[in-house]
């Protein structure tokens, strides 16, 4: 009948178009990632892994599976987000683990503060998923949405919330004690510097050199987590107008490290922090009323994914600017 030749084209018409993209560059593109995957994961199995090509795979597999949990938890698709947020802690956890000792007390203090804003995301999907946090108009419009898995509890979603504010908190308070730690320190050997420098000379001290040099350039790709850190803090307080200085802070560090070291890493983070912004304003501000911030917000996170699959694939050195 009509339906059975109906389907015959379609067929037809698929296999045309699988044919036709597996002969454009794509199908070297994939044998190419392919093949640098598995000498990479070849290196690795015989020890030959330098700490700073394990940072980058760790870290790029993190980023990853974080962006897939993000477009997940923002098109309210359960099975996408719950599974990809577990595997990102997991892989943090990991990092954390073999670079305890290879990586500096600033990296891996960076790298703690990032495990905490990761556990404090999973907390807070969870309560979103498990518990619900009201029944927006987005939730209606995804079919394969059918409300939360252990029914709406609003008392437990608060408590669910409140732990994730605690997390949050602790990681910001980790990096102030830190900074404030840099500062006095800094300050102390600058004032033991200048004790030593005749007077005529107030001007041979670059402060800001000096300082910048205690940051290790790796911990640049990391400084991101600070002012991110405070926007999911405030975001869980409903405070929308506080939060967008923060996000600004990223995006401005984004710019700065596309311009300055270039790679994928800054796109990525450029890419996520915007999704995250239309995300937070269609929340915060809309209370979810229209559809579509929510679609672009899952189309850039998935964008985003997939420069993240192809800096995981690039090669088996990492660029500059992307050993972390």
Known sequence: GSSGVLQRKSKTLAVCIVRTVW???????????????RSVLTASAMGQLNPELLA??????????????????SMRCPLLALPAASIAVGIEGSAIAALWQLESRCEIIHRIVVFLWLIGNVVWAAAEFFFGRGLPVFDLACTWYHGPILGFNAVAYDWAVRLTQSIFACGLVILVLYYSSLVRSHMAQKRAFQSTVPVEKPGCVNTARSFAVRVPPVVCDLLFIGPWLAKDFLWTCNFFWCAVPCVALVVMLAVNSMLTIGGQRPKIMLMWVLANFMWMYAELMTDDVYLWP??????????????????????????AGETN
């Open 23 to 37: 002969c454009f560059p794509v199908r070297s593109y994939i044998e190419n990632g392919i093949v640098r995957a």
């Open 56 to 73: 980058y795979r760790l870290d790029f597999a993190g980023i990853l599976v974080w962006l897939l949990k993000d477009a997940g938890w």
């Open 294 to 319: 929510r679609i672009v917000t899952g189309i850039i996170l998935v964008s985003a994914a997939a420069l993240a699959f192809v800096g995981l694939l690039s090669g088996s050195k990492p660029l």
